[in-house]
């Protein structure tokens, strides 16, 4: 799997450019997915091959449809949540786990659905539990939460259940000076928050209105940072008094004003900007919305934010 993984990688520095992506969809074709499960299988109590095969299984199982197709096909799911819930602070299965479990959570149909058949989202929560100092893991883990969450109430609920609302305000606290993360971390807490009552009073129990405004007020050249800020907002305060009163304490019209303002030609402020300041000033004249069950979800899901 090490020697694998040194292939498929690139290897050295010497190695011309592109020479990785083609040697990871060779190893793909010549059935790598399938070795590196195997040994995953065979050998599970070993941390040396569970660290490699994970390892291995970020180059060659994410490389082209063909190789996804083989690791879903053949239990791939299965063993990397495996290793993933057996091995939580493993900073090697944690970093190459994450970011293959984005990959397909992001990117191929079905996997949200087999996880949550598998139990396999507690895996996510305790993985960024125990490594809440490693940037890169977290990206990864709020990415995932984000898209699962945005999926509807039962992984909501999932995640509700495994402390998913604390462990991502901790991130945020945790990385206040990494605006990509936070950024990342704000889409996982509007769909947590969005359409979902125990999450929002959850969140707003724990500080996270107060927590998103210092964000907000510390990144206001970042429409990314702004948009997902905003959308947070707008899932927390709708059809919520205490939260929208809270929203209204910390500034949250000023700050849906200035962001609106500031980034007037980026598509996702305005919407969730403009949307914010109807559920805090209802009297504002409110367009025409395609029926929903939450404005929230009308602006749009936290998808692109999530994938990168």
């Known amino acids: 799997c090490e020697h694998l993984t040194r292939l498929a ?15 990871a969809a060779a190893i ?13 299988r065979v050998h599970p109590r070993s941390p040396e091959v569970q660290r490699s095969a994970v390892a291995a299984l970020q180059h060659v199982a994410c490389e082209d449809d063909a190789s996804k197709e083989a690791f879903m096909a053949t239990g791939g ?12 602070s ?18 191929w149909p079905g996997t949200a659905e087999k996880l949550l058949s598998l139990g396999a989202i507690q895996a996510v929560l305790d993985v960024m539990q125990q490594n809440l100092a490693m940037l890169q893991v977290q ?4 990415s995932i939460l984000a898209h ?25 606290a945790a990385h206040l000076e990494e605006p990509g993360l936070l950024a990342l971390a704000l889409a996982a807490v509007q769909s947590l928050a969005c359409s979902n009552e125990a999450a929002r009073r959850r969140a707003g129990s724990l500080g996270v209105v107060e927590l998103i405004a210092k964000v907000l007020k510390k990144y206001p050249a970042d429409p990314t940072v702004q948009a997902y800020g905003l959308a947070a907002f707008q899932s927390l305060a709708f059809d919520d008094e205490t ?33 914010l300041l109807e559920t805090l000033q209802p009297w504002r004249k409110q367009p025409k919305r395609r029926s929903s069950a939450s404005p929230a979800r009308a602006a749009g899901s936290p998808t692109a934010v999530a994938a990168q």
């Open 28 to 40: 793909a074709r010549a059935g790598g997915v399938g070795l590196v499960l195997d040994a995953m």
């Open 77 to 88: 799911l299965e063993c990397l949540a495996h290793a993933l819930s057996t091995r939580p």
């Open 139 to 142: 990206r990864f883990a709020c």
């Open 9 to 23: 990688s690139g290897g050295g520095a010497d190695r011309p450019e592109g020479s990785a992506d083609a040697t």
């Open 148 to 172: 699962l969450a945005w999926e509807g109430y039962a992984y909501q609920a999932v995640i509700f259940e495994g402390t998913g609302v604390q462990l991502v305000l901790q991130t945020i």
């Open 243 to 275: 939260n929208k009163n809270e929203v209204m304490n910390w500034q949250g019209v000023g700050l849906a004003t200035s962001a609106v303002t500031a980034h007037h030609t980026d598509q996702k402020v305005q919407e969730f900007g403009n949307m």
């Open 90 to 107: 493993d900073a090697v299965v944690a970093l190459h786990g994450l970011a293959t479990l984005r990959h397909f959570v992001c990117r």
